[in-house]
């Protein structure tokens, strides 16, 4: 008797069980938390106060908010792999009632190698990751359960996820259209008379459209302001402008830079002796110039940035004008590397514990963790699995087959996809290194659109929400 419903328990909520057990197969992978140097100036700030906001300084609030409950790293980690996996099953148990498909969903997602190789470090792109795959599960609940709430909750995620990156917002915005596209049914359902009034007006598609654009408008305002607030700006364009002026001097065989970035004392051999178009830090960072592969690893010269902002940006505007085909081969450098186009030779696929501190935190190994990353190690330079062009196209496939085939989460699957590229197309635009990791939402927007499609076809005579 008592059989029964616990087997009928254990059957509803399967994907949910999975889920805690690859949370604590994850931990106890890398607990209490990888931990680069960026993480360190993070965990710093957390614990001694944020000064400026070269890393968003919305990371370190709730890192001080973890380290009062769980001091150290380990409270963030389990904040981002619970919340990563729990959307996870969260997103296949709404999408689908069969739970083999929920399961492969959620193992086929968490554990491909991109994705578990950078789950267990305490970086932004990680934390801005969770945020918004729970911000996509609050979503499709809300959608499927009529819960106007729900969408509340997913829009209270997309602000934590978009204050963690400074480009955050380029793969927020079809977020933000996916929650108004939920909100227009369940608000028509629950405020008939008002809805019916907008639609005798011809005010609605007009209201939706407007409300969206001022919602995203006020979405990044509050993420900048929360960023600014009490801290100083590090301008970290500057860095990317004059980088890009590198790159465009190079090419064209003369300096465009304005002569307060080089000091005067550096000439165009010398400029092609320190620059490395995969990497920002070869013009600024003589120590790093023998790690990046420049041609002149001795050299202690350097660029810097400038007091008159306006005039490097009229500068860099002028260069790109006037040299597209420069800017283009400058940044091709980059993207070719951050893309992985050559299979195994991922910039930083991952990072393998926890770099020296102040703080006397280091990474206790285990066998565990060295058979794990003894097979991230194999497939990130042995198989196409990080050759990150991949996902990026079927990004693109899934744009248009959620266009073209009557799929029941086909407006998401679009959505999800556009979210991903759009992230990608900012990084390409404005990253100033190749570094893995910047791929790391497209590749989980392709996961997404893969679990969306498992919903199956809209019913016959139906339509695609």
């Known amino acids: 008797m008592l059989a029964r419903p616990v087997l009928l328990h254990l059957s509803r909520f399967t994907v949910l069980y999975l889920a805690l057990a690859c949370t604590a197969f994850t ?7 990888y931990m680069s140097t960026d993480s360190v ?15 968003p300084p919305m990371m370190s609030y709730v890192w001080r908010l973890m380290d009062k409950i769980i001091p150290g790293p380990a409270g963030m980690l389990i904040l981002q792999v619970s919340m990563f996996w729990l959307s996870l099953a969260a997103i296949a148990y709404t999408v689908t009632d069969s739970n083999l498909v929920r399961s492969a969903i959620v193992v086929g997602s968490g554990f491909l190698p991109p994705i578990f190789g950078l789950i267990g470090t305490i970086w932004k792109d990680v934390g801005m990751h969770s945020f918004y795959l729970a911000a996509v599960a609050l979503s499709l609940a ?6 106007l709430k729900l969408v509340f909750g997913s829009v209270a995620a997309l602000w934590l996820g978009a204050s963690y990156r400074h480009n955050g917002m380029a793969a927020a915005f079809p977020l933000i259209v996916m929650n108004a596209a939920i909100s227009v049914p369940l608000f028509q359902a629950r405020y008939p008379l008002q809805a019916a009034a907008l639609a005798r007006r011809r005010l609605g598609l007009p209201v939706v459209v407007g409300g969206t654009l001022l919602f995203t408008g006020l979405l990044y305002e509050t993420t900048e302001f929360v960023n600014r607030a009490g801290v100083a700006d590090s301008q970290l364009w500057q860095f990317m402008v004059i980088h890009d ?17 080089t000091g005067g004392t550096i000439g165009i051999k010398e400029l092609r002796g320190i620059y490395v178009g995969e990497h920002v830090s070869s013009v600024f960072s003589p120590p790093v110039r023998k790690f990046l592969g420049a041609a002149d690893q001795t050299s202690d010269l350097a660029l810097s940035p400038m007091e008159d902002t306006k005039k490097l940006f009229r500068a860099w505007v002028a260069a790109v004008l006037h040299h597209p085909g420069s800017y283009l081969h400058h940044r091709s450098l980059l993207a070719a590397r951050l893309l992985v186009l050559k299979k195994g030779t991922p910039w930083a696929p991952f990072l393998t514990g926890i770099d020296e501190n102040e703080f006397h935190i280091a990474f206790p190994k285990s066998a565990l963790n060295t058979a794990v990353m003894g097979w991230l190690v194999r497939c990130a330079f042995h198989t196409w699995f990080y050759s990150a062009w ?6 693109i496939g899934f744009l248009v087959l959620g266009w073209a085939a009557p799929f029941r989460y086909g407006t998401f699957m679009q959505l999800s996809a556009l979210s991903g590229i759009l992230y990608a197309m900012s990084n390409l635009a404005l990253a100033g290194s190749a570094d893995f990791r910047y791929n790391m939402w497209a590749i989980g927007c392709c996961c997404l659109c893969f679990a969306l499609a498992a919903g199956g076809f809209a019913p016959r005579g139906g339509h695609a929400p």
């Not at 465009?248 to 970035?261: K, M, N, R």
């Not at 991949?390 to 990004?395: C, G, M, R």
């Open 390 to 395: 991949i996902y990026h196209v079927l990004l």
């Open 142 to 147: 809300a959608h499927r359960y009529g819960k």
């Open 245 to 261: 002026l590198a790159g465009i001097s190079v090419d064209q065989g003369v300096i465009l830079l304005p002569p307060e970035t």
């Open 41 to 55: 100036l993070q965990f710093k700030a957390a614990r001694q106060g944020v000064t400026n906001n070269n890393n």
């Open 27 to 33: 931990l106890a992978v890398y607990y209490p938390g």
